[in-house]
């Protein structure tokens, strides 16, 4: 019953998630030297890229891998499968991750630390880590359950009113969200009797029982809808993203919600296509209004960080759209699917990047003017170009003109939904996109172009030295540790942007492995059927 | 038994509705702990219930010599139980601290993150 020694490279599946879990548990060991936490922390987080990106290297070069744990022959154990759709969010998510920590050591305080801000860090990584690569149906949703507790612990750290009031929200709405996960995943284990991804994918496109799995993958969609803030189940997002610190929101707001999408494409798309597609003008739907009401609730928002709240929302919409697209027909090549699912992948790992990024450029155009209010900011273009220049780039991005990195996953989009006979799809990503740059350009004309309103000016001459009152502890005092992730978040949408070709390969692979699970199936059970 | 369980099921899905319904997190919370054990009792279920054999294979033999009850679901079970569990306890520290500050545990007046009185963004420069 066991496939005898795991081969030690194949230990490389599981490293990111061990890693986690090691500098985690270590770090809590040590809470009581709060002052070595960054030195340890950020080690850690270097490693966890680097295994991200070897794992990335090795599924892009060999194709999908599997490590059954302790041997057992699938389906029996839990598969850990790193197919190229998840090792490419896993390396997005370790790239975010690693550039919150740099900014986490300048920004986070003293007595945060002792309340254990790195060791929630390292168990919500482990949690959204664990996600990317599990291949077993259960194991997902207690990965959500590990990535969510550690999402409270960093929601409520500091405690502020705003953030007690988010927080609850936040936790009873996620704990929903997760347990009607918990009552699909016991429905499919009712009907299949297997847990294993792969397993469920053959055994799915055999059976008969049409009206179930159409019930059940109904069910997956509003669990994952909710974890993703789709409409219309978004409203726990903008009640609570805005209320913690700026990197815990940068954080939240790169990660979170993709993990949701990651779900959705998993579940939804490999493991049932043709339930998929009698649901697709459900999706839609969905992502149309969601697309809107991100856009819309962006243009309405007086708060810089609420406003991001509603793109981050916008994204998600944009990025249900491949979920809507109809059932590739054999005829055209690519299918309207695999381009749509495509131009999905690259917008999430656009959005991982870019969101963080924003987040944390509010983060520190709140350090500089002492305000988040698009009311009583002013003045940064003329104070600080570079950081400016910075903002502008991240902004383009987001809003998906060119040339940056939102730019061609719109496109692929676009050509997605013309092609599969939805215009009016298509049409509604170029109008999100459109509410989105008006959003973005109030955000860079009121608190960056115009010089700083007089009331806000005469506050600030009460205090010499320019920050007014340290109120979000945003950016400490030491803005190398600050520039350095925005520098490297921005370099990625830029390059992303300008050399868009080699992500869109590595993309297009991740898509045909999602549409044609059979790379999966047999990186499962080997190659014998 | 299987239908027996499913109505029982049903019913605390109802009673967990309703409470989860309330605008008062003290009831929310009681439909929480509800939440938790219906949905456990729907994977008991789901394992379905046909035999009350143990799980346990004999000596020599490699697989069970007759019909055995499921152990999957009840390891599932454990394993959302404790989440389950976890959660609620954090949930109960996170609504008291919540009500201690907030002075209320209506949800309707639970406004402090997202005020009510923002007045509208900057409409021009």
Redesign the interface.
């Given at each position: 019953m066991t496939q005898g020694a795991v081969p030690l490279i194949d230990y490389s599946v599981i490293l990111p998630v061990a890693i986690c879990f090691i500098f985690g548990a270590g770090l809590l060991m040590m809470r009581k030297s709060i002052r070595w936490h960054p030195l340890i922390a950020l080690p850690g987080l270097v490693l966890l890229f680097l295994a991200d990106l070897t794992l990335l290297y090795r599924v892009a070069t060999q194709g999908t891998v599997t490590m059954m744990m302790g041997g057992w022959l699938p389906p029996f154990g839990i598969a850990f499968t790193a197919d190229l759709m998840g090792a490419l969010f896993l390396a997005a998510s370790g790239f975010a991750a690693l550039c919150c920590g740099i900014y986490a050591v300048a920004s986070i305080s003293k007595v945060e630390r002792r309340y254990g801000f790195f060791p929630l860090f390292f168990i919500m990584m482990g949690g959204v880590s664990g996600s990317f690569i599990t291949g077993d149906v259960?194991n997902l949703y207690?990965w959500f359950?590990v990535f969510?507790?550690g999402s409270?612990g960093l929601l409520?750290l500091g405690?502020r009113?705003?953030?007690?009031?988010?927080?609850?929200?936040y936790?009873?709405l996620n704990?929903?969200g997760t347990?009607f996960f918990?009552?699909a995943?016991?429905?499919l284990?009712?009907i299949f009797g297997t847990l294993n991804m792969a397993d469920i994918a053959q055994k799915a496109a055999e059976t008969d029982k049409t009206a179930m799995l159409f019930t059940l993958a109904a069910l997956y969609f509003v669990s994952f809808a909710m974890k993703a803030a789709a409409f219309p189940l978004n409203f726990w997002l903008?009640?609570?993203y805005?209320?913690p610190r700026f990197v815990v929101s940068a954080l939240f707001a790169g990660l979170l919600t993709k993990v949701g999408i990651y779900a959705a494409i998993r579940i939804n798309l490999m493991l049932f296509p043709p339930e998929r597609a009698e649901l697709s003008a459900v999706f839609a739907w969905v992502a149309a209004l969601t697309m809107l009401v991100g856009g819309l609730g962006a243009?309405?928002?007086?708060d810089l960080r609420?406003l991001l709240n509603y793109v981050v929302i916008a994204g998600i919409g944009t990025m249900f759209v491949a979920l809507a697209m109809p059932v590739p027909d054999g005829d055209a090549v690519p299918s309207s699917l695999s381009v749509g699912l495509s131009g999905t992948i690259f917008y999430a790992l656009h959005s991982i990047v870019v969101m963080t990024a924003l987040y944390l450029a509010a983060g520190v155009a709140a350090h500089l003017t002492g305000t988040s209010s698009?009311?009583e900011m002013g003045g940064l273009w003329r104070s600080n170009p570079l950081f400016a220049a910075v903002m502008l780039i991240l902004l383009f991005a987001v809003s998906g003109l060119p040339p940056f990195s939102g730019f061609w996953p719109k496109v692929a989009l676009v050509r997605a939904s013309i092609s599969g006979d939805l215009p009016w799809l298509a049409a509604m990503v170029l109008v999100s996109g459109f509410l989105l740059t008006i959003a973005s350009a109030?955000v860079f004309?009121?608190g960056f172009w115009?010089p700083l309103p007089p009331i806000a000016a005469a506050d600030r001459k009460v205090e010499p030295g320019g920050v007014v009152e340290e109120k979000f502890l945003a950016a400490g005092p030491d803005r190398a540790l600050s520039a350095i992730p925005l520098f490297a978040l921005t370099a990625f949408v830029i390059a992303a942007g300008v050399w868009p070709q080699w992500l869109f390969d590595l993309t297009d692979g991740a898509a045909a492995g999602i549409v044609d699970p059979s790379g999966y199936i047999s990186s499962v059970f080997g190659d014998a059927p | 038994m299987e239908i027996a369980l499913c109505f029982v099921v049903a019913a605390l899905f109802a009673v967990t509705v309703y409470l989860i319904l309330s605008k008062h997190i003290i009831r929310m919370l009681l439909g929480v702990v509800l939440l938790g054990n219906s949905v456990n009792l729907l994977i008991f279920t789901n394992g379905r219930i046909q035999s009350i054999v143990p799980p346990i294979i004999p000596e020599g033999l490699e697989v069970p010599g007759e019909m055995i009850a499921n152990p999957l679901p009840q390891a599932l079970i454990l394993t959302a139980i404790v989440i389950s569990f976890s959660f609620f306890a954090f949930l109960l520290v996170l609504s008291y601290r919540a009500f201690q500050d907030l002075d209320t545990d209506d949800t309707d007046e639970m406004r402090i993150a997202e005020p009510e009185d923002e007045g509208l963004p900057p409409l021009g420069y």
């Open positions: 259960f207690v359950e969510l507790i409270f409520i405690s009113h705003e953030q007690l009031d988010g927080a609850t929200k936790c009873f704990l929903v347990t918990l009552i995943t016991g429905y284990y009712g903008p009640a609570s805005h209320t243009l309405a928002q007086t609420r698009l009311r109030r004309a009121l115009r | -």
